[in-house]
């Protein structure tokens, strides 16, 4: 059984760019939640996507945005990037209906 | 709407000491609780949930947490602490079915030997 992946690892950026973040779901996990996690605090929770459509969000601008793909894979597009986006970004799976999230190991993003 | 608090940002025991880790939760319908653990530079591993039935409930590496509905609270301990236990721990909750789970801000917990 193959985890939650994301890529890349890392990543630096700069101010008023764009950033696409990509993440492989679990297995047979139909359902895509990402995190914000700033440093030394609690991931935040962006949005969540089942079957390709966003299922929820939370208080984040639009310029954050995502997509989930047939395979269940999903990606984070961040536009118009501010300083303040620099932060671990987290990606969890699921199936729906169940409370057990599995997370990815996180994409660290600096914006510079 | 939902929140967590997690008592003491940084926790220091000696290997061998009690672990106890606080959370403390707000919830406008029946919680769903989790606690997380993160070593540096990794993501998140669940270490245990509750969600219904036995209020106590135990995870992996032998820690446990009991749920506490009078309280609204849902602390985490472990009888014995290892040194490879140093990490972030997390306390969520959520609604059912695991939907927008809402984090606390952590508590960094230190091991001396």
């Known amino acids: 059984e193959t985890g939650v992946t994301q890529s890349p690892t890392h990543l630096i950026k700069t101010r008023g760019q764009q950033v696409t973040l990509r993440c492989s779901s679990q297995s047979g996990h139909n359902t895509v939640s990402w995190y914000q996690q700033a440093l030394g605090q609690g991931p935040q929770f962006i949005f969540q996507y089942y079957r390709e459509e966003e299922n929820g969000r939370g208080n984040f601008p639009p310029r954050f945005s995502g997509l989930q793909f047939p395979n269940y894979s999903s990606e984070l597009n961040v536009n118009a990037l501010e300083l303040d986006d620099s932060a671990l970004y987290l990606c969890a799976s699921s199936l729906s209906g169940q409370e057990t999230q599995y997370f990815g190991p996180g994409t660290r993003l600096l914006v510079l | 709407a939902q929140s967590v608090t997690q008592l003491g940002s940084h926790v220091s025991v000696s290997e061998g000491a009690l672990v106890l880790l606080r959370c403390n939760y707000s919830?406008?319908?029946?919680?769903?609780l989790f606690w997380y653990v993160q070593y540096p530079n990794q993501g998140l591993q669940l270490l245990l949930k509750y969600t219904t039935g036995a209020t106590l409930v135990k995870g992996i590496n032998g820690f446990e947490a009991e749920f506490k509905k009078s309280e609204t609270s849902f602390h985490l301990t472990k009888p014995s602490a290892h040194m490879s236990d140093a990490a972030e721990y997390f306390c969520?909750?959520?609604?059912?079915?695991?939907?927008?789970?809402?984090f606390g801000a952590g508590t960094r917990l230190f091991v001396k030997a």
């Open positions: 969520a909750v959520s609604e059912s079915g695991g939907f927008k789970t809402i």
């Open positions: 919830s406008s319908v029946p919680p769903y």
